[in-house]
């Protein structure tokens, strides 16, 4: 449609959603130099940097699949682009464009405004610009955000360049945006303090685009942990043909994980837990003290948890003992 940009809406809309579109996203975010021709046509043109490659990404989040119908809309903003901007982080990339999909069963400004105000806040947070999109009616909300970066030619970080002998890191700690939910569910509880921080791990991730831009020439690999430890690290193994053991004694773990549920529970919660968002990578020997003068400057803390090996086995051990999760896997309600 040549009224609005990429934003528009179906045949359906009033001219009072028109004016919505206008007030919540058009004419918001940071404005980038590459940005040649935005909201405004029937497309946006953007012009790639010289000798870099577009990673794009698209990712999808349905109300009462994804997120529950009473999610501040705030936080649903923000981590609709944060999830894919962990996307771009996995594989080294800076964020420069998205364009937004968003379906409701009807308007209302104030969820609008609320949401518009977490997504603008993440956008600017990552100078990462709208470009366009489409507003549509459905019977729930959903909401689709497809998100493109520049890495430099050949210095993308895959799944596919793990090796026997490399080092397993994960940044930040584990688990807390799957107790976090838990505890929103009524299945867990915690002292407040504790409860408020995990909470806010799960509805506002931390996606790792400054360590992930840093791992570029000295990480083998690299993936953000969306799915839970386990699954995302066996995509890892599959994609490159190794495998691997983890030390589940060093795991991260936080404060109000330890001081909220037991040991055990807690490395279940590591292990299986998803939407933590961070990143899980792996270097050689060689790499080990670059590694910790690049993510000192990117200022996130990273652990060692295990080290890639021989054949197609993942193998958890605790204090040189097999270990066995608890079966308290990550699962979308």
Not at 214 to 233: E, F, K, N, Y
Not at 277 to 300: D, K, S, W
Request: hydrophobic content about 40%; some cysteine; overall charge negative.
């Amino acid at each position: 449609m040549g009224r609005r940009a990429d934003i528009k809406a179906d045949a359906g809309m009033t001219v009072k959603e028109f004016q919505l579109i206008d007030q919540y996203f058009c004419g918001r975010g940071p404005v980038r130099r590459d940005v040649k021709h935005g909201i405004g046509d029937d497309c946006a043109l953007v012009q790639p940097a010289e000798h870099k490659q577009i990673a794009i990404s698209c990712d999808t989040l349905i109300e009462g699949v994804h997120f529950f119908n009473d999610m501040p809309a705030w936080a649903l903003g923000y981590k609709a682009l944060a999830v894919n901007l962990s996307d771009l982080a996995a594989m080294g990339a800076e964020p420069a464009w998205f364009t937004l999909g968003l379906s409701l069963p009807s308007v209302d400004e104030s969820w609008l405004a609320a949401f518009s105000e977490g997504l603008f806040e993440a956008a600017e947070y990552y100078g990462i610009a709208l470009i366009g999109g489409d507003t549509t009616q459905s019977p729930v909300k959903v909401i689709a955000v497809t998100i493109n970066g520049q890495v430099p030619e050949g210095k993308a970080l895959t799944r596919y360049g793990a090796r026997s002998g490399d080092w397993i890191y994960v940044t930040g700690s584990l688990g807390d945006s799957a107790l976090g939910l838990d505890i929103l569910r009524g299945r867990q509880q915690s002292r407040p303090e504790h409860s408020e921080y995990l909470i806010e791990r799960h509805y506002r991730p931390t996606p790792r685009v400054l360590a992930g831009q840093s791992l570029r020439g000295l990480a083998s690999s690299a993936i953000d942990l969306s799915d839970g430890l386990m699954s995302d690290l066996g995509h890892v193994l599959k994609a490159s043909n190794v495998g691997a053991y983890i030390d589940v004694e060093k795991l991260p773990l936080s404060q109000a994980m330890k001081d909220s549920v037991p040991l055990e529970q807690a490395l279940g919660y590591a292990l299986t837990g998803g939407e933590d968002y961070e990143l899980l990578f792996t270097v050689p020997e060689a790499q080990r003290g670059a590694l910790e003068i690049a993510l000192a400057n990117a200022g996130v803390k990273f652990f060692r948890i295990g080290q890639i090996t021989a054949g197609s086995t993942l193998k958890l051990t605790h204090n040189g003992e097999p270990f066995t999760p608890m079966n308290k896997g990550f699962e979308h309600f």
